[in-house]
């Protein structure tokens, strides 16, 4: 059901790929809740991904940029200020990328220049677009930033490697962005952290299907998927938020405030029973 909670916004989003990724659902909601959309990504994505069925499907355009560059960001917002015919309401940043866990690097044997890479794409993207942006007056007064993020920026969790750390980047560009954009421009800015995702990205997180379930099984309401990410976001770029700004907003069904549950505990003792009885059986 839609609201036309986006009726006559403008937005960007960064980081659709295929089906699979979280931006790709954000666009298809806020297309249904009234939204034009220009979407973005690097042009090996563009030529990698499936960008141009979303566009076909949402009407939008397609404008590449490396989110990275900050003359393709400038280019981004000029061009879609343009096609918008004035300034956008709603920007989403969808982008992460760690060379060193695709390169199945461990956490203590980094490759430091792939680190700051992962840094510069992560996290350091989400300052150069928002710094570009206001240069430029690009957002409206009002208007909302969403960074997409997740739980590793605050605990340690195995297999996330480096992205933790671009993750706490991420959320404090966020807040001390936030601050000089609301004071000055009234625009928001906002990071979710969103369940662990089965999308193009998160495959290549080492154990992701067992994070999944372990969190699935410790959170009340089940993981948040993809599709609800979207609904949340787009309650974020709407107007019924406008006083929310600098949060770190958890979409994980309540994962993030539990410290054991009971269907964990009951799986972690079945598993302990278990291997103390092989254990009994290997000493006998």
């Given amino acids: 059901m839609a609201y036309n909670l986006l009726k006559g916004k403008k937005g960007i989003i960064f980081g659709a790929l295929n089906d699979a990724s979280i931006a790709w659902k954000v666009a298809e909601k806020a ?16 030529r990698m ?6 566009a076909e499907k949402i009407n939008a355009k397609i404008i590449p940029a490396d989110a990275s560059n900050v003359e393709d960001l400038e280019n981004l917002l000029k061009e879609s200020m ?13 982008i992460g990328m760690s060379l060193n866990v695709r390169k199945k690097r461990p956490y203590d044997d980094l490759n430091y220049d792939y680190m700051m890479k992962t840094l ?10 928002l710094q570009s942006a206001r240069k430029l007056d690009a957002i409206v007064e009002w208007g909302s930033v969403v960074a997409l993020t997740y739980i590793a920026a605050q605990r340690t969790f195995y297999g996330y490697n480096e992205m933790a750390e671009a993750k706490s980047m991420l959320e404090s560009i966020a807040r001390s962005f936030g601050y000089i954009y609301g004071r000055d421009k009234k625009i928001r800015v906002n990071t979710i952290s969103q369940s662990p995702t089965l999308t193009t990205a998160g495959q290549g997180i080492k154990g992701l299907t067992d994070l999944l379930d372990f969190s699935e099984r410790m959170s ?14 787009t309650v974020m770029f709407s107007d019924l938020t ?5 949060q770190n907003l958890f979409n994980d069904g309540g ?16 598993s302990l029973d278990d291997l103390k009885s092989n254990i009994n059986k290997i000493i006998d």
């Avoid at 343009?82 to 969808?94: E, K, N, V």
């Fill in 49 to 54: 991904g499936e960008l141009d069925k979303l």
């Fill in 120 to 129: 510069d794409i992560s996290a350091i993207s989400f300052h150069k677009l």
């Fill in 220 to 233: 009340p309401l089940g993981n948040a998927s993809a599709e609800d990410c979207a609904d949340y976001c």
């Fill in 255 to 270: 994962f993030s405030n539990v410290g054991m549950s009971w269907r964990a505990m009951n799986v972690y003792s079945t």
């Fill in 242 to 246: 406008r006083k929310v700004t600098m």
């Fill in 31 to 46: 297309h249904e809740e009234g939204a034009e959309i220009v979407l973005t990504n690097t042009p090996m994505a563009l």
């Fill in 82 to 94: 343009a096609h918008f015919g004035g300034q956008i309401d709603f920007i989403l940043h969808s």
